[in-house]
């Protein structure tokens, strides 16, 4: 699979695209990113032949959804409208509008809840039809099949309003939109599918809880397995839509193998993901806001560990890992083992500098630890103490200074009130502390056994002063509204050094490929997608500060050895190393826009096209 050179042209003029996503206008996973961050690539290829189609939940469609109004829709020509319309005559909810993203692409979404009345028959004809039994009392699964009903009927409408030789393309993503497919294969509808699995279900459940998943693959009993984990529905599902499409997909090499073993069907082709790396590129500024964020961090490491001890800013490494808690798959056990092993490094080494490394996921939790908000608290009192100081020694030493007759520098000091000396002295003493700086910044519904806080524990990864790898556990995502950091997870990553994230389940890996569209080098795994792609695709990669770590075929401790070594070897980089290496971060990005990849997605249709 080579990097294509240039955007694909658009496909002939008698196709229509219709894109189903679960996702569309509604942020709950990560193909939200997928969709979203590929509509500008997809719309200036097939400009106003293309609209995507998603479920209407009012509060999420809320910020992201423009509808039209009805003289607008009553406007429109295009088969799009007229097949809502045609539903709204028939008294279904549904809504035409734009999506408020880049590229602002045309957008119809159903609610689900309006064939919850039908659902004992839809229920019914998935059983009788499919082999497709529905639990009762599962709201998901339900709003998925009732979406999946109604998804069916616009479709069918649509292709109805087709003037041939105009034809259609349905492209549904995952198995929550997938259950409109073989009913549409049934009833014959005039349409050419292609359906993408991003990640198989049942392989995800398997990988978190078989540390062998890829050598016990091949002899997996998927019907067995889906019924263990209670999620037999949902693999029926996936495994309907991946039989009935024309053509089936999946997002990496590595998933194939799972889609073979646990879907029973070769994909037809492998469609890797993307960004608008445009939203990224900041021209020069790209260093500029490295360090405007940067300090930022400043800001809170000062606050989070200063209280405790201090130590140099300036020789201090900023490191994190982010995405969903799975400890196993996402490879945080890995990160940790390599962590411990580089912090026993540095110890030995004589070395200046220290590593922060933070860990940014989503865990149940009660609250901020009060302990981190008065720091930080407390820490703006000092702030704004010496700011006040800094104004009345700057107003009177001007004066003097104009004043004077002497050259000399006068005493500063007896140029502070004894107020500010006192305010100055009271908040420091108030401040300062003998514990140890906490491991994580909140608390935890369940901190006694959370993997992460286990590890640190037993490997005494605590933050003691003499520890040069320090730990920052953030069970939270960063946001703009967080009192501890205050700014988008984009500035936040812009901030740091290098991105580690050496999955061992990851069927492509969106964390690495941001790091990478910012500036910021990243290490990820050849178990990933994203991981596997650059080692086929991008020369010299790490030339580019891109960094594979070996896992397949390899033990624990030989893994955890290699990304050791590239930790080391990255804190043994210099400024003016590590500024290069952002540079040809930075410059190599534009390899995984989606204005490139997108020449994939127009193959697999032209192959639907093809199909009857």
Request: hydrophobic share 40%; proline share 5%.
């Amino acid at each position: 699979m080579q990097v294509p050179a240039a955007a694909p042209a658009p496909l002939a003029p008698d196709a229509l695209l219709v894109e189903v996503a679960w996702e569309v206008c509604n942020q709950v996973g990560g193909i939200y990113t997928v969709i979203r961050s590929k509509v500008p690539a997809t719309v200036q290829g097939w400009e106003d032949r293309y609209c995507l189609l998603g479920p209407y939940f009012a509060q999420q469609a809320q910020s992201e959804f423009e509808p039209y109004d009805d003289y607008q829709l009553s406007t429109l020509s295009d088969p799009f409208a007229g097949a809502v319309r045609e539903m709204r005559k028939l008294g279904y909810d549904v809504h035409l509008g734009v999506w408020l993203v880049t590229g602002r692409p045309r957008v119809v979404l159903i609610n689900p809840y309006q064939a919850y009345p039908q659902l004992g028959q839809i229920k019914s004809d998935l059983w009788h039809h499919h082999g497709i039994p529905t639990p009762d009392h599962d709201d998901l699964l339900h709003q998925v099949e009732a979406f999946g009903h109604l998804a069916k009927i616009y479709l069918q409408t649509l292709a109805a309003e087709v003037v041939p030789p105009q034809r259609v393309v349905a492209h549904f993503h995952e198995w929550m939109t997938g259950v409109a497919i073989p009913a549409l294969r049934r009833e014959q509808t005039p349409l050419h599918i292609v359906f993408t699995t991003h990640a198989t279900l049942l392989g995800r459940y398997l990988a978190m809880n078989d540390p062998n998943f890829y050598e016990h693959l091949m002899l997996v009993d998927w019907e067995a397995e889906a019924k263990r984990f209670n999620i037999e529905t949902a693999v029926r599902i996936e495994r309907a839509a991946a039989h009935g499409s024309h053509v089936f997909t999946t997002v990496s090499e590595l998933t194939v193998r799972e889609c073979i073993y646990l879907l029973d069907r070769i994909p037809d082709a492998v469609l890797p993901n993307g960004l608008n790396i445009e939203r990224f590129v900041a021209l020069h500024e790209f260093q500029n806001l490295h360090q405007q964020y940067k300090a930022k961090i400043h800001e809170f490491v000062m606050a989070h560990f200063f209280q405790s001890y201090s130590f140099d800013l300036d020789k201090t490494l900023y490191l994190f890992t982010s995405g969903r808690y799975e400890y196993h798959n996402k490879g945080f056990d890995l990160t940790l083992e390599a962590l411990a092993r580089l912090n026993y490094r540095l110890q030995q080494s004589g070395l200046e500098g220290n590593v922060v490394m933070f860990f940014i996921t989503k865990r149940p939790f009660h609250s901020i630890n009060p302990q981190v908000l008065q720091s930080r608290a407390i820490l703006e009192e000092v702030q704004e103490t010496c700011e006040a100081i800094e104004r009345q020694v700057g107003e009177r030493l001007f004066y003097a200074a104009a004043a004077s007759q002497d050259h000399r520098l006068p005493d500063l000091s007896s140029m502070v009130d004894d107020y500010w000396k006192l305010r100055y002295r009271r908040t420091l003493q108030s401040w300062k502390t003998t514990n140890l700086p906490p491991v994580i910044t909140h608390n935890l519904v369940d901190d006694a056994n959370d993997d992460i806080l286990n590890f640190v524990r037993g490997a005494n990864l605590v933050n003691n002063r003499h520890d040069r790898v320090k730990i920052v556990y953030h069970p939270d995502f960063v946001s703009p509204t967080s009192p501890l950091f205050g700014m988008e997870y984009g500035q936040f990553v812009r901030g740091c050094h290098l991105g580690i994230f050496p999955s061992y389940y990851e069927p492509w890996g969106y964390t690495p490929l941001e790091c990478v569209a910012r500036g910021v080098p990243a290490i990820t795994s050849d178990l990933s997608g994203f991981g596997d792609y650059v080692m086929q695709n991008v020369p010299q990669h790490e030339d580019k500060g891109i960094f594979v770590v070996q896992r397949q075929e390899k033990s624990f401790d030989e893994s955890a050895e290699e990304l050791t070594e590239m930790l080391w070897q990255f804190v043994l980089l210099n400024r003016r190393e590590r500024i290069m290496q952002r540079n040809n971060v930075e410059s190599n990005a534009e390899i995984f826009d989606w204005k490139n990849l997108r020449v994939y997605y127009d193959r697999a249709y032209t192959l639907a096209l093809e199909r009857q």
